[in-house]
């Protein structure tokens, strides 16, 4: 019996024994199948999670190129900015650390949340902008609570700086950060969201050159989503500089003359079409749209009626005045209605048909021929050549001359002013041309319109001879070590519709606007230099019937536009410019000194400054 019980004993402990290792194959079968699962079949994707949790490819801003003048005075640089990011992927839970972040940064949770909100459709592993170029004490916060920050992430980039604010504001431009529309545009396949490009003038035309190539590195991450180590870079490239054709010297002159005033200024050597200086007024701080603005200061900009984001020197369209005569003295000598000998008298009026119409010296000029006509600005003269000349004879001479035509210089929405016709006149209002329309045209009044630039290339052409050459702004491009990658060539656009006769007869009269006792434009005369110019005063409202009626009781929004184009030496043209204040009234005494002061300026550059070679 004994016997028979140890025998069924060992046989129940034989049998819960092979139980026990049938169960523990069994756990180790599923264990081996798990593992050949998951190193097997899913071993790809989750190696390549792995590695996505640990390792990681950022991406590196190149740094934007530098813009110079034409002597490499730096003009924009950049400046280091610290910008706050989150990974959502590491800041867990993101709501207790944007509480926290919020606290150390000051700023509300709820807009740090909003920005999470905008981007939930993203990548968990992409970092989210929550705050641009913080402040020092912010990043010292940040810093010392990092630990308390999973997924927070501090980036140092580069932040363009206009060094001195305001200056060449039109023409250098601005950056912006990239909108939806133009990265779903494919014009920027490189570029990412929070990213800035240039958005107007210069940052914006040569954007391609300035931008750079981006860069990466591979950096290892705790689980924090801190950086362990940096496991391979790829160096961003840098942009190129850009040298402009401006003169910083000379454009900080222009702009302090223009100071507290409404206009523009713009000059270029006749010689080559480089703009020397390009001015609006008023100006605008490039920085803010940068470093971002209020509301508050968005809209003092675009509601300010002196228009301080429009670029006056391209985009303003004024009637050209007086400096328009110009080409009717032009049109009327190469057609041969007159002659360096014609002579018309000028008793202060010229009647026309039922109306009379004025010459701006009421008691007249006398007897009058072209070249003192040019020098004095006699009215009655020009409405005379006018009238024998006719509205279509004179509109082709405007358009040879550049009127009524982009003049190419490479900044965005240049305007193309107006010449009139008589087709025109019929097209835009279904009535015929009238004689008298005539005689306004022939002094720029009337329908006329034309740019500053318009009116500086016309006058670089009479200095040089003819030649109408294309505004250039653009100096070269060159890389960060200093080869040249683009170097601008002289663009001639066209010639004046001139012989050499008719031109001597124009240079004559405009060298006496300035060098004549009585000349229009004696103000700018300049001790040791021959000035040759002409003034303009450009009607904003029409005179009155009244024999006595005068503007100046007119409210400053009503009163007319002075306007002084000029080049010098007369003899050996090295400048010209063009000057236009809004409502300063008279060319002589608003426009003159300023071109006098950036004439002579320029023309004793040596004295005042260095010049590189």
């Not at 800041?91 to 909003?114: C, F, G, R, V």
């Not at 052409?461 to 683009?486: E, I």
């Not at 663009?491 to 060098?515: E, S, Y």
């Amino acid at each position: 019996m004994t016997k028979y019980l140890k025998t069924a004993d060992a046989e129940w402990y034989k049998q819960r024994v092979i139980r026990a290792m049938f169960c523990v194959a069994g756990a180790f079968f599923i264990l081996l199948i798990r593992l050949f699962y998951l190193q097997v079949i899913q071993g790809q994707e989750l190696r390549r999670l792995s590695e996505n949790n640990c390792i990681r490819l950022q991406s590196t801003e190149p740094s934007r190129g530098m813009i110079f003048d034409r002597n490499g005075t730096l003009l924009v640089d950049n400046r280091p900015s610290f910008d706050v990011s989150i990974i959502l992927k590491d800041a867990k839970p993101a709501k207790d650390t944007i509480e926290k972040l919020s606290k150390y940064m000051n700023i509300p949770a709820s807009q740090l949340m909003s920005k999470i909100e905008n981007k939930k459709t993203g990548s968990h592993y992409k970092p989210i902008p929550l705050k641009k170029d913080i402040g020092r004490d912010a990043l010292a916060a940040v810093e010392v609570h990092k630990f308390d920050l999973p997924g927070v992430v501090i980036d140092v980039k580069s932040r363009r700086h206009y060094i001195e604010r305001q200056r060449a504001a039109h023409l250098i431009g601005y950056l912006s950060e990239i909108n939806s529309q133009e990265l779903e545009s494919g014009k920027y396949p490189e570029y990412n969201g929070g990213d800035f490009i240039g958005k107007f003038g210069v940052e914006k035309i040569f954007e391609s050159f300035l931008h750079g190539k981006r860069g990466g590195r591979q950096v290892e991450v705790n689980v924090m989503g801190q950086v362990v180590r940096v496991l391979k870079t790829v160096d961003a490239q840098p942009g190129h500089n850009i040298y402009l054709t401006i003169d910083n010297t000379l454009q900080k002159t222009a702009e302090m003359l223009l100071e507290g005033k409404a206009g523009a200024v713009a000059a270029m050597d006749p010689n080559t079409g480089d703009i020397l200086v390009l001015t609006s007024a008023p100006s605008f701080d490039q920085n803010i749209f940068v470093d971002g603005m209020s509301h508050k200061q968005w809209e003092a900009l675009v509601s300010n009626p002196l228009r301080p984001l429009e670029d006056k020197a391209i985009q303003g369209a004024y009637p050209p005045a007086s400096t328009f005569k110009i080409i009717t003295a032009m049109a009327g000598l190469q057609e041969g209605v007159i002659d360096e000998k014609t002579t018309f008298y000028c008793p202060g009026h010229y009647k026309y048909g039922n109306r009379v119409y004025r010459c701006w010296k009421r008691g007249g000029h006398g007897n009058v021929n072209v070249v003192k006509a040019l020098a004095e600005s006699c009215d009655v003269f020009f409405y005379q050549v006018g009238q024998k000349l006719g509205v279509d004879r004179l509109a082709m001479y405007a358009k040879a001359c550049g009127l009524g035509s982009f003049t190419g210089i490479d900044l965005d929405h240049e305007e193309a002013g107006l010449v009139p016709t008589a087709a025109w006149k019929k097209r835009r209002t279904g009535i015929a041309w009238q004689g008298g329309e005539t005689l306004s045209v022939a002094i720029g009044q009337g329908y006329n319109l034309a740019t500053p630039m318009q009116m500086l290339v016309l006058t670089s052409a009479v200095a040089n001879g003819g030649a109408l050459y294309t505004p250039l702004v653009l100096k070269s491009v060159n890389t960060a070590d200093g080869a040249v990658v683009v170097q601008s060539k002289q663009r001639l656009a066209g010639r004046l519709p001139t012989d050499k006769q008719t031109f001597r007869i124009i240079k004559k009269g405009l060298r006496a606007v300035v060098n004549s006792p009585k000349g229009t434009g004696r103000i700018a005369h300049i001790d040791g230099f021959s000035v040759s110019g002409k003034t303009g005063t450009a009607q904003v409202v029409g005179r009155g019937k009244d024999p006595n009626w005068s503007d100046k009781n007119l409210p400053d929004h009503l009163k007319a536009h002075a306007w002084f184009v000029a080049y010098a030496p007369s003899e050996n043209p090295q400048i010209a410019v063009a000057v236009v204040v809004e409502h300063g009234e008279h060319g002589s005494s608003a426009a003159g000194p300023i071109a006098r002061e950036i004439i002579r300026t320029y023309l004793k550059k040596d004295e005042l400054q260095p010049r590189l070679q």
